[in-house]
Structure formats: structure tokens, C-alpha cells
């Protein structure tokens, strides 16, 4: 049975963590200047990424084509070592993908443990748009997007091929390492959130996930509600880190309810942050989150665990801008 005082105090407790804010107007009348269109993504690979999503949202078009079109950027580049093509492999030398994709219909799809297709983005988004299903994975994934018209190719480029050699040498099985997290050449995942001049939201989120998993892992980016969560009324958000910290709590989806009940982007990622960091006590000194919000309202912030988590803006007011978020640590 449940102690009701226990209850009510852990509630107290928790509410604690969180900033005292006068919730937010989400009527539609409660802001006439929103902000839009704008596009925000993860890390300074998300600079040239948002830039050929701001060629989407700056003749019009919508929010999802150009999360897609965006995220394309690293998912294309082989000197991008964290996404799609040149992604760093697993201990057993796979390079597996895992991608997802949100509009602002609550439409969504999404790969997990794909092999061999340079744009998982796009086979999550075909996923959504001719499926009546969410998540293909593995295998299964492969042979949709060749049914599909999407071409199998090699991903493991010779750097990526030649760093996974070098690991192997010692292989010790670390998945997450604070020095990496202190690395600002080590960049994770690319999550993408964008509202269009129409004021809809979309995201997109992919990666290879973490360097040297174990062959079979997957993390939260193809993990709807985990990585990224969109709801057209309130806002929409996206993670990177370690995926199985931003699972445990449902990261984004909890990051879009505080913005629901009033808190602001910035505020509703700390929000986030604060619950891992409870659950994780003093491992959470190795751990790294960050999560990053858009409101409807055009508003945008972040929060991270660690320091050296940077974020992408463009929108009419601030072009090819990085930013720093605020930390716990
Ligand atoms: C994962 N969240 O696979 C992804 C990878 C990442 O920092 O962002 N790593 O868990």
C-alpha cells in the first residue's frame, strides 16, 4: 500500500528540484510576437545542419521537411564520426544506426540497429509515412528500406575503421567516459526541433550512438518520448547523452509536460536533468544529459549535466549562432 506522507513528501521533494515559475498562457491569444520560423539542433555539427533546414523554413515549407533535411547534413558527412555515414562502429566493428522522427500531428517513426543505410532519417520517416507501425529495427529495418528504394552501402569509413582498431588494442568495455563528455571534439548525437512560419513543431534525432557499444545496443534516440517528443500545442524537445539514463525517466516527453504546466524550455530541461541526477546520486559525475526545448511560443534553452554541452540557433533574429548551456556541474 502506499504511505500517503511518504508519497506527498517525495512529491514536495521532487517539486523542490524544480524552479517556482507563473505558469505560461498556451491560449492562443497569449502571444501575438512568436518567433518563427526557427530551428535549433545539438552541437556545433548542428550549425550546417540548420542552415539547410533554415532553406526549408525560410521559403515556407514545413517544420518536418526541414528537420529531415537537416539532420541529413551530418548524417552525409564522413568527418561526423557520432552520426550516419562514418559513425563510429560497435566492439564488433558494425556501424548500427538508430533515427526517429516526430511532426506536429503526433505522427512518428523510427529505426533502431540499422546497418548499412547512410539516411536512418529518412527510412524512420518513410517508416511513419507508409507504415501503420513506429519502429522497425535491425534487420527488418534493412530490408524495408530496400523495399523502399533506399541503396546499401559500407558506412565504416577507413578513420572510423582505423580509431575502432585502435581501441581494440586495449578494448576495455567503457561505455561512457567523463573524459569524454570534457572532449569538445567529441560530439554525440544530432537532435533537431523546429517551428515553421505556420507555427508547427517538428524534431528529428540520430545517431550512431555511443562509440564502441555492445554489438545489439540500442540508446534513446530512436526512442520516442525518450530522445525526442513533440506536441504542437506546448512545445517539443530533444536529448543527447547517455541514452539509457534519458529512457529511464522518459527525457523529452517529461521535458514537453513541464513545459505543458508552465515552465520554460530552459527551466523544463533542468527539470529533466534534476530527476537524473537524483536517481543517479554521485554517478552522476560521470554522466552526461543534455536536453534541448522549443516552445510554441518560439522560445528556446537547454540544461546539461556537464558543462561543453552546445546548442545551434537560427532563426531571423540570430543566424549560424552556438550557444552554451547551463549545467549542473
Ligand atoms: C545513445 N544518446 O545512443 C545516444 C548517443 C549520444 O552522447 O548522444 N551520446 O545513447
Redesign the pocket.
Known amino acids: 500500500m502506499i504511505d500517503r506522507r511518504k508519497f506527498i513528501k517525495s512529491v514536495s521533494l521532487l517539486a523542490g528540484t524544480l524552479p517556482f515559475v507563473k505558469p505560461l498562457n498556451f491560449s492562443k491569444f497569449a502571444k501575438t510576437n512568436v518567433e518563427k520560423p526557427i530551428v535549433i539542433s545539438t552541437w556545433d555539427f548542428g550549425l550546417p545542419a540548420n542552415e539547410e533546414a533554415w532553406k526549408v523554413l525560410s521559403s515556407g515549407g514545413r517544420a518536418l521537411d526541414a528537420v529531415e533535411a537537416g539532420v541529413k547534413v551530418p548524417e552525409g558527412d564522413p568527418n561526423v564520426n557520432t552520426v550516419g555515414y562514418g559513425g563510429l562502429p560497435d566492439r564488433d566493428g558494425h556501424v548500427t544506426l538508430?533515427a526517429c522522427i516526430m511532426d506536429e500531428n503526433f505522427r512518428c517513426g523510427s529505426v533502431m540497429f540499422l546497418e548499412g543505410i547512410k539516411h536512418p532519417i529518412s527510412v524512420a520517416r518513410a517508416v511513419m509515412e507508409k507504415t501503420p507501425h513506429i519502429i522497425f529495427a535491425g534487420d527488418g529495418a534493412l530490408q524495408f528500406a530496400l523495399q523502399n528504394g533506399f541503396k546499401e552501402e559500407n558506412l565504416l569509413t577507413p578513420e572510423s575503421e582505423a580509431a575502432w582498431k585502435e581501441w581494440l588494442k586495449t578494448g576495455v568495455y567503457k561505455p561512457w567516459e567523463k573524459k569524454d563528455w570534457d572532449n569538445k571534439d567529441s560530439h554525440?548525437?544530432i537532435g533537431m526541433i523546429a517551428i515553421d512560419s505556420n507555427g508547427n513543431l517538428s524534431g528529428a534525432c540520430t545517431?550512431s550512438?555511443?562509440k564502441f557499444k555492445m554489438h545489439g545496443r540500442v540508446?534513446?534516440?530512436p526512442v520516442i518520448g525518450a530522445?525526442l517528443y513533440v506536441d504542437n500545442d506546448y512545445g517539443a524537445a530533444v536529448?543527447?547523452?547517455?541514452?539509457e539514463e534519458?529512457i529511464r525517466i522518459s527525457g523529452a516527453h517529461t521535458v514537453v509536460e513541464l513545459m505543458r504546466n508552465g515552465y520554460s524550455p530552459a527551466d523544463a530541461c533542468k527539470g529533466a536533468v534534476d530527476r537524473i541526477i537524483k536517481i543517479n546520486k554521485d554517478k552522476a559525475k560521470e554522466l552526461?544529459v543534455g536536453f534541448l526545448a522549443l516552445n510554441k511560443f518560439g522560445e528556446y534553452g537547454s540544461y546539461a549535466i556537464q558543462p561543453e554541452f552546445q546548442y545551434a540557433v537560427y532563426s531571423n533574429k540570430e543566424k549560424n549562432v552556438l550557444k552554451n548551456s547551463i549545467s549542473h556541474f
Open positions: 538508430d554525440d548525437t545517431t550512438g555511443l540508446g534513446d534516440s530522445a536529448s543527447t547523452g547517455v541514452g534519458v552526461q
